[in-house]
Antibody, heavy 127, light 107 residues
């Protein structure tokens, strides 16, 4: 069974930093792209970042580029999101997700569409 | 970034009703679209991928259609457990973008 468990959320002051972790199990972690998605209280979903299987390619939402860094440790089956210069508008539940892999006419297609999600971890940026 | 316009933003329906939610992309996205269901306090759940493919384990009353810019999620006969918020997501290019959501409420 695929399991993703986020941790590291909490209360942080504006301008502060936080590192989120996501522990993966139930699948071959190194075989999948992974993403972070967040949801501000009472709001919709917002994709933040994505990292390829070997960590060689990373993509970010413009509004977090330079402040957030996605990384992974395939030996530890773990995904990370380092966040700095946090703002009140970064207050949200942060989800890690495994991206969907499909097979089309025998060809493996990796997508940037989250398939399995963790339960989320709440980050509150407030003084 | 590609904008996804989802409608309606909310709807009221009864058990057994047929429900349709639409999503329009600001540019063509082939069939690189998925639909998610989210219940309060829970993570989103993938229902449909590639615009019309049913995710494993999802009831067949859910279906998706469309290609290019216009997409539809249909629930053929609404069940009590279907009351939730639904989101579309385009993953044609970076950054993937979600629609603003459709809340399906009990009438």
């Amino acid at each position: 069974e695929v399991q993703l468990v986020e941790s590291g959320g909490g209360l942080v002051q504006p301008g502060g930093s936080l590192r989120l972790s996501c522990a993966a199990s139930g699948f071959t972690f190194s075989g999948y792209c992974m993403s972070w998605v967040r949801q501000a209280p009472g709001r919709g979903l917002e994709w933040l970042a994505n990292i390829k299987q070997d960590g060689s390619e990373k993509y970010y939402l413009d509004s977090v580029k330079g402040r957030f860094t996605i990384s992974r440790d395939n030996a530890k089956n773990s995904l990370y999101l380092q966040m700095k210069s946090l703002r009140a508008e970064d207050t949200a539940v942060y989800y890690c997700a495994r991206d969907l892999v499909t097979i089309v006419r025998g060809v493996i297609i990796t997508t940037i569409q989250p398939e399995y999600w963790g339960q989320g971890t709440l980050v509150t940026v407030s003084s | 970034a590609i904008q996804m316009t989802q409608s309606p933003s909310s709807l009221s329906a009864s058990v057994g009703d047929r429900v349709t939610i639409t999503c329009r992309a600001s540019q063509g996205i082939r069939n690189d679209l998925g639909w998610y269901q989210q219940k309060p306090g829970n993570a989103p759940k993938l229902l449909i991928y590639a615009a019309s493919s049913l995710q494993s384990g999802v009831p067949s009353r859910f279906s998706g259609s469309g290609s290019g810019t216009d997409f539809t999620l249909t629930i053929s006969s609404l069940q009590p457990e279907d009351f939730a918020t639904y989101y579309c997501l385009q993953h044609y290019n970076y950054p993937p973008t979600f629609g603003q959501g459709t809340k399906v409420e009990i009438k």
